[in-house]
């Protein structure tokens, strides 16, 4: 597997207003998450097109804004792995920290922050199998 950064989160205090940003910077194609319980104010961020199963068709990266949680809420890029677990352990063996543990996306998969030995938060994404 290549370990690649697969997704990116950019918290944001007015998510709506972030999304407009990035859409007129960019020409993102951005939609707020099709979610009855969308608390979180999530916008799905599409820079390439995805194929049925919601990933990119071709060589690219998507992501979300999302409120932002605390005021130190990092932008995180995601990094597609094996196995968090593996991959944690091995993050804090070289130095680094974890710093939110092992968290399941129903229907998705699992990831996990770090934080690496220069104080930078990354996080390590686990695609479920079993989903499409």
């Known amino acids: 597997m290549d370990h690649t950064v697969c997704h990116f989160e950019i918290p944001a205090e007015e998510p ?7 859409r007129g910077l960019f020409d993102w194609d ?6 009855a319980d969308n608390k ?4 799905m961020i599409s820079t390439v097109p995805t194929d049925e ?3 990119p068709a071709r060589p690219g990266v ?3 804004i999302l ?8 932008f ?5 792995v094996e196995s968090v677990d593996e991959y944690g352990a091995k993050a804090e063996a070289l130095g680094g920290q974890v710093i ?3 968290t399941p996306v129903p229907g998705m998969g699992w990831f996990l922050y770090f934080k690496d030995t220069e104080g930078n938060i990354l996080a390590l994404w686990q695609h479920d199998p079993a989903a499409a």
Not at 16 to 22: G, M, T, V
């Open 76 to 80: 995180a890029n995601y990094i597609s």
């Open 67 to 74: 409120k932002r949680q605390h005021p130190q809420h990092p």
């Open 30 to 35: 951005i939609r707020a998450w099709d979610s």
């Open 53 to 55: 199963t919601g990933r």
């Open 100 to 102: 939110m543990p092992k």
């Open 40 to 43: 979180a104010e999530i916008h």
């Open 16 to 22: 709506k207003r972030a999304a407009e940003f990035y």
């Open 62 to 64: 998507n992501g979300m």
